[in-house]
C-alpha cells in the first residue's frame, strides 16, 4: 500500500534518506541549495516535502506546491533499489486521488527518446501535454554579493578611516565560487602648527576562489557542452560518474572520448577536478612630509607589500590520462611575493622676479623577491590529495623557483619658466639594479631636456592665430635585461629531475636597453 509521510528537518533520519535520495536522482543545478530546501521545508507551509512509503519501507521522494487552485509536483524520484517496480505509476494514482486540484508536472522538451518516454509514460497515467511555450526558472543562478562598511572621524589635526569590504560570487557553472575580503585602516595626523604631517595606512585582503573556468580546452567545461552530439541523451552524462567494482571507486562517465581535444565529462570537471586558489595580501605605508618653508617640503615615504599563495589542483581517479594517471593526479603550489619601496624627496616651488622654478630631488630603493615551491604528480592511493601520497617513482615533477632583485635610484627634474612664456625642463636619473651583478656595467643614467616658447605671449601674432607654441625635446629611456644573463648557473629538468651544465655564456658586457628619442613641433 502506497502512502506519503510529509516530514521536516526535524525528522533526521528520514529528511538523511531525502536529501541522499535527491542529491543522487538529479544533476545539482535541478535542485535547490541543500540550505534552501532545508528552509522550505519548515518554513513554507504550502510546500510538502514527502516520502513515499510501501506499507513501512521507504521506496522514494516526492515533493510538492498547493498554489490553491493547482498542485505544481516539483521533484518525484524512486529509490534506484526500488526501481522496476511499479511504484512510479502507483504514486500517481495514489496522489491524483489524494489531491482534489489540477496536478501540474514538468517535464523535459520531447526532443530526446528519453524525453518522450516519459511524456508516454505520464499521459498513460491520465495526464495532459501543456502544447503552449514554457519556460521554468533555474533553481541555482549566479550571484554577486558585495557588502561594506565604512567609518571616519577626526578634526583639523587628526582623521581617521576604517573600512570593511566582502564580495561573495556564486557562479552559474557548479561547485564554482570567488570570496574577498578586504580590511583598511587610515590615520593623518599632523604636528608643531601643521608643518609635520604623518599619514599611515594598513590594508589586508583574503581572497579565494574554487574551480574558475579557465580558457582553452583544460579544465574547461564548455567545449563539451558545445561539441554534444544533438541526437543524443544528455541526461545520461548528467551522472557524471559511475561506481567500479573493479577498482572500488567511482569513475568518469564519459562515452564519448576525448575526440583530440581533451574533452571529459563537463560536471566530471567542474566536480571531480577541484582547482582551488588562496591569496593573503597585506599593505602597509607611511608617510612624513615637513612643510620647511612656504616653497620647500621634505617627504619621505615607504610602502610594504606582502602576499602569499595557496594554489591545488586535485585531479580524481579516471580523469583523463594526459594530465594524471589512473590514480588521480595532484598540484600544489605555495608562493610568497615580497615587495619593498621607500624615497626620499625633496620639492621646491620659488618665484623670483620673472622666473619660477619647480624641481624635485630625492633618492628611492625598491626591493622585490619571490620564493615558489611547485610540485605535481600522480597519486599512489586513489583520490587521497596529500604531497606524501604522491607517486615519487615516476611522473612526479617539483620545479622551485625564485628570485630577489634591488633597484637603488637617485633623481632629479627642475622646470624654469620665463614670464610664462618660455619653459626649460630637465630631468635626470641613475639606477643600480642588481640585475647589473657581474656585468661590467655597474648602472645606468638616463636624463631629458625640453624646450618650449609660448608664441602667441612673446609678439604680437595676426588676430586668426589665438595661440601658437613651439617646442622641442630629447629624451633617453632605459631598462636593465633580464636576470641571470651575466652569471646562468646550473639548469634543473623537472622531468628528468637531472641537472645540466648552463647552455648560455656569461654575458658580462651585455649593456642595459636604451632608447633615445627627440621630438620637435607646435
Not at 485 to 500: F, I, K, M, V
Amino acid at each position: 500500500m502506497i502512502r506519503l509521510q510529509r516530514i521536516t528537518t526535524a525528522d533526521t533520519d528520514l529528511y538523511s534518506y531525502m536529501e541522499k535520495l535527491m542529491t543522487q536522482s538529479f544533476p545539482s543545478e535541478e535542485y535547490r541549495e541543500l540550505e534552501e530546501l532545508r528552509k522550505y521545508t519548515d518554513t513554507k507551509t504550502h510546500f510538502y516535502n514527502n516520502i513515499i512509503f510501501h506499507n513501512n519501507t521507504p521506496v522514494g521522494l516526492i515533493t510538492y506546491w498547493d498554489f490553491g487552485h493547482f498542485y505544481y509536483i516539483e521533484h518525484f524520484a524512486i529509490d534506484p533499489a526500488q526501481r522496476n517496480g511499479g511504484y512510479g505509476k502507483s504514486v500517481l494514482n495514489h496522489l491524483c486521488q489524494l489531491l482534489k486540484h489540477p496536478i501540474v508536472l514538468e517535464v523535459e522538451i520531447p526532443e530526446e527518446e528519453m524525453a518522450k518516454r516519459r511524456i508516454n509514460f505520464y499521459q498513460r497515467q491520465g495526464f495532459s501535454l501543456w502544447e503552449k511555450p514554457y519556460q521554468q526558472p533555474p533553481y541555482k543562478t549566479g550571484d554577486n554579493v558585495i557588502n561594506s562598511v565604512a567609518l571616519s572621524t577626526g578634526n583639523t589635526k587628526n582623521q581617521t578611516y576604517l573600512s570593511a569590504s566582502t564580495t561573495n560570487s556564486g557562479g552559474i557553472l557548479p561547485n564554482n565560487s570567488y570570496n574577498r575580503y578586504n580590511f583598511t585602516a587610515r590615520n593623518t595626523t599632523h604636528f608643531l602648527n601643521d608643518k609635520l604631517t604623518l599619514d599611515i595606512g594598513a590594508q589586508y585582503i583574503v581572497q579565494n576562489n574554487k574551480n574558475m573556468v579557465s580558457q582553452g580546452q583544460y579544465y574547461n567545461p564548455l567545449p563539451s557542452l558545445y561539441l554534444f552530439p544533438r541526437g543524443d541523451n544528455f541526461d545520461e552524462i548528467r551522472l557524471y560518474e559511475r561506481y567500479n567494482t573493479n577498482y572500488g571507486y567511482m569513475e568518469q562517465y564519459w562515452p564519448y572520448g576525448d575526440a583530440s581535444l581533451s574533452l571529459q565529462n563537463p560536471y566530471w570537471i567542474q566536480n571531480r577536478i577541484n582547482r582551488t586558489s588562496n591569496k593573503k595580501r597585506y599593505m602597509m605605508n607611511a608617510s612624513l612630509k615637513w612643510q620647511a618653508a612656504d616653497w620647500l617640503n621634505v617627504v619621505g615615504r615607504v610602502n610594504l607589500d606582502n602576499s602569499d599563495y595557496r594554489n591545488k589542483n586535485e585531479k580524481s581517479a579516471s580523469t583523463l590520462t594526459t594530465f594524471c594517471g589512473v590514480s588521480g593526479g595532484f598540484e600544489d603550489a605555495m608562493r610568497q611575493e615580497r615587495s619593498l619601496y621607500a624615497d626620499f624627496l625633496a620639492n621646491i616651488d620659488k618665484t623670483f622676479g620673472d622666473f619660477h622654478l619647480t624641481a624635485n630631488v630625492g633618492a628611492s630603493i625598491y626591493h622585490t623577491s619571490m620564493d615558489q615551491l611547485y610540485i605535481a604528480g600522480d597519486l599512489v592511493i586513489p583520490n587521497f590529495f596529500q604531497i606524501n601520497n604522491i607517486n615519487f617513482s615516476a611522473n612526479y615533477k617539483p620545479d622551485p623557483t625564485g628570485y630577489e632583485d634591488e633597484i637603488q635610484s637617485i633623481f632629479a627634474s627642475a622646470e624654469l619658466s620665463w614670464k610664462n612664456q618660455l619653459y626649460l625642463t630637465v630631468t635626470g636619473r641613475n639606477d643600480w639594479d642588481s640585475k647589473l651583478a657581474f656585468s661590467k656595467q655597474k648602472s645606468f643614467f638616463y636624463p631629458s631636456v625640453g624646450l618650449s616658447a609660448l608664441l602667441s605671449e612673446m609678439v604680437k601674432l595676426p588676430e586668426v592665430i589665438s595661440y601658437a607654441k613651439i617646442r622641442g625635446s630629447y629624451t633617453v629611456v632605459a631598462s636593465s635585461f633580464d636576470r641571470f644573463l651575466t652569471n646562468p648557473g646550473y639548469e634543473y629538468n623537472s622531468q628528468t629531475h637531472n641537472w645540466a651544465n648552463p647552455t648560455v655564456y656569461p654575458m658580462d658586457n651585455m649593456k642595459p636597453e636604451k632608447t633615445k628619442s627627440w621630438e620637435i613641433g607646435d
